[in-house]
Every structure is written in C-alpha cells, then in structure tokens.
C-alpha cells in the first residue's frame, strides 16, 4: 500500500470493523469488514495485493466478495480476490459474465460470521443492475443489534448520485428516474443514523457531482443531497445539465469486467536505453515521463510526454493514450515507475512496454529540451506587449463558466487529436491548476510549437486583471 492510498480505519464497536481503502488517483473506495475473525469486501480494485495485505494484518479470513455493479471507471479485482482466497464472489445474477459467481439480487440475504448480515438491495439508475447492500449488526447479545449502513457503490453518494449516462444515450433517461427512485428507497429503508458507504464520489467521473465530505449517514443526505430534496423532475434536470465528458477508456472496463479480469502482472517492465527509447517514439509508441510538471518544463527527453504521478496520472494518460498503443515510463525511481504500473492496471494496461529510470540525459542521445513556464500575471503583462495565443484546456463546461476573453478552448482530452485547430502563434496553455497545461504542452511541445506552459490556479487569472467571460465571471 502507497503512502497516497490509505486505508482508513472506521471502528463501528469494539467487534465490528469497517476500512475504507482509498484509490484517490480514480476516485472511489473500496471497503474491507470483518467482525475480528471473518471478513468481507465491497467493490474491491484490481490490485488485490492491499486488500491481502489488510486480511493479514487483521489476521481475518475472507469469506465474501460482493460487486456493487459491473464498474465503468475501473477493472475489477473481485474475481481475483475470491479465486485468491476461495471466498464466494457475489454478482447480480441478472448480469451476463463470462465467469462462475454467486447470483445475488434484490432482497437475498448473506450470512457473513455470526454477526454480519448482508442484504442486497436493487438500486438501478448508475447502472441497470446496480445493487446496494445495506448491513446489519446482529450483536453480541440481545438487543444489541443495528443497521449499521449501506454500501452504496454508484447509487446515494455524498451530496450526489452516480452518473446515468455511462450506457448511452438511449438509457440515461431511464436510468436517471431509476437513480432518483434508488436513492429514495434506501432513505425509506435505512434510519437516519445508518452510514453511507459509497464507491464513488472522491473525484471518480462515475459521479455527477463530487463533495469533499469524506463521511455521511442517510439522516444528512435526507438533508442536503439534492436526490432528497428535490422533486424528480428538478433533480432529473439539474442534474443531466451538469454532466460533462467522461474518460473514453471507460468503454473497455465493463467488457473487462464482464470477461472476469485475473490478477495483474505487477513485476518490473523490461528496460529500454536511450535508442530503445527513441525507437518507440519513431514508432509512435507513448513515450511517458511521470516526473513532476516544474522538472519536465526544465528538461525532457525529446518526443516524451509528461503525465506526473502527482496528479491525475491513470484518468488523464487512460483518457488520451490511443486505445491499445504501447506505454513506456520513464521516472526517477523504480519505485515511480512501481508506482504507476499499479495505477495503470487499475483500468486495463496491464503490461508497460518498457520502462527507463534516472533523469532526461539517461532517456536520449540528443540534448534535453525544454518549454517556459509562467503564471497569469505574466500572462496580463505580455497582453499588453504582443498577441499570443491563449490555449484554454479544460472542459467546456469548465470553460462556458468563466474564460479568459479571446482564449480558445480546446479540451483536453480532444487536444492530441486536433493539434491543428490551435491557431498558429506563440501558445500560452493553461487549466485550471497547470497540471492538465503542463499535459498539453508536452504535447504540443513534440508538435514543435513554440509555447508557455501556465502553472498556476485559474481563480488567480481575474485578480491580475484579465478579462473573464462567462455566466460566473
């Protein structure tokens, strides 16, 4: 386990144990319970390792894996996990896999040790056979049982609900009343005091809208969640208004986790030498530097693209890479490199082609290159001097809600396709906190554009005297 994935102890008595396990790079949690001598897991990530790794610190046996929903933001480690530890692997029966599994649904009941039971609830609308599983505590003597809470996955989120529209746009109608219905049973079932356990909601896409509230009882989302507050057709549509673009590779997890994704291939990719290196570039293989935005700026090998470990590597990298191209990394350390590799076969690139460590001098036979960084105050003092080209790469959602005047917007995750739409000129990119900007001008840097890499925070922009427009500006 890395220092930036915690688990989270949460100690519901002195014999019931939930542990929040944290992928902060996608957004979600999984979660390990056990009553001190046998546990189970909702939601589990790929690399089982962490959750292994709990079972024996806790000295727990596993006996249950339970899937929330077929995952559209990462792949899997349930199959794994249970084939690992010879634990029965709940999925909704009405699911079409490629796998032997438990069939579960709505209403059926599991026993887990002598104090745990499970009870799967329908709760479609993220998906159509998402399934929710509230827990109760029977106790350790009479009268001291309790519902203590609800596994969530992608249904009653904090402040929020899973998004609708990761099926198409032939569902999301249906499966946007669904979610309103969903969230209203669990409210109806649970008491206030019960907790809610989702899997999204830290920043996945698979959200509709993200919180920074890191815990919640359905008393409070009975308060403030707009899925209980609102009339369906309000919630219905505010919420389909403020959708916005979702990472592509989401269209391969699900036919991952349908096919029964085994356990990742973790051991160190080959290593590559300065012209291996450049072979692959040739070749238009994804060269990757995974150092930080202000050290790529100051030196890179050439043709590499920097997506830094210290930002949003596997949604970004997963976003844009070209399906199926070949992935090498380059980092400092091995550990980097280690680092990665696992947040990569989180969502199916299992295998980095190649991998490189030590600094941009090892990476090349030609001299580093390099591009200027700048903040928005440099940017309001070379408006008055001579026309740049003001390259806005956030979302256009982002961007209708306040820009800079005359900036052009091309997204992100749109921009390696459409290098040839930025008009020609000195570029000045930005986003909304330079690590996206340093992204894009990586890669109009192997363009050959001549451009200023913006590293600072967008709300700085109208305080230096730039003109914003948009409804919030």
Known sequence: MTTREPALEHLMNDDL?????????????????????????VDPQRDIDRILALLEEHQVRLTDVFETHIHNDYVTGGLALAQHTAAAYHVNGADEVAFERTPIGDGDVVEVGARMR???????????????????????GIGTDREVGVFS???????????????????TQALVRHQHASAHRLASLLPDAA????????????????????????????????????????????????????????????????????APDLSPPERADADELRRRIDAGEWVVDLRNRTAFAQGHAPGTLNFGLDGGFATY???????????????????????????????????????ATGGPEDWSTEAPVSFATATFADLAQVHHHRDVVVLDVRR????????????????????????????????????????RASIAASMLHTHGRTLVAIDDSFDNAEAVGLHLVGPEA
């Open 118 to 140: 499970v009870t799967a609830l329908a709760t479609p609308g993220h998906t159509f056979t998402h399934l929710s599983y509230a827990l109760h505590d029977l106790g350790p």
């Open 396 to 435: 256009a959602e982002e961007h209708e809600a306040a820009a800079i005047t005359g900036a052009v917007n091309v997204p992100l995750h749109e921009l390696w396709s459409r290098v040839d739409d930025i008009p020609t000129g000195e570029v000045w990119v930005h986003c909304a906190g330079g690590y």
């Open 153 to 171: 996955g992608g249904s009653l989120l904090f402040g929020a609900t899973g998004r609708p529209d990761l099926l198409g746009p032939d569902h």
């Open 317 to 355: 990298l997963g976003w844009l890479v070209p399906w199926g191209t070949p992935v090498t990394l380059l980092a400092a350390s091995a550990e980097d490199v280690a680092e990665a590799q696992r947040e990569l076969v989180r969502i199916g690139i299992d295998r980095p082609a190649a991998q």
């Open 17 to 41: 144990t939930i542990i929040p396990i944290e992928t902060p790079s996608l957004g979600d949690r999984s979660y390990l319970v056990h009553d001190g001598e046998v546990a189970f897991v």
């Open 195 to 262: 907790e809610v356990f989702p899997t999204h909601g830290f920043g996945s896409f698979c959200s509709a809208a993200q919180s920074d509230a890191t815990s919640s009882s359905i008393g409070r989302e009975k308060q403030a969640n707009p899925v209980l507050t609102q009339d369906e057709e309000t919630y219905v549509r505010e919420l389909l208004a403020g959708l916005g673009a979702w990472p592509t590779y989401y269209a391969h997890m699900a036919p991952a986790n349908t096919a029964g994704p085994g």
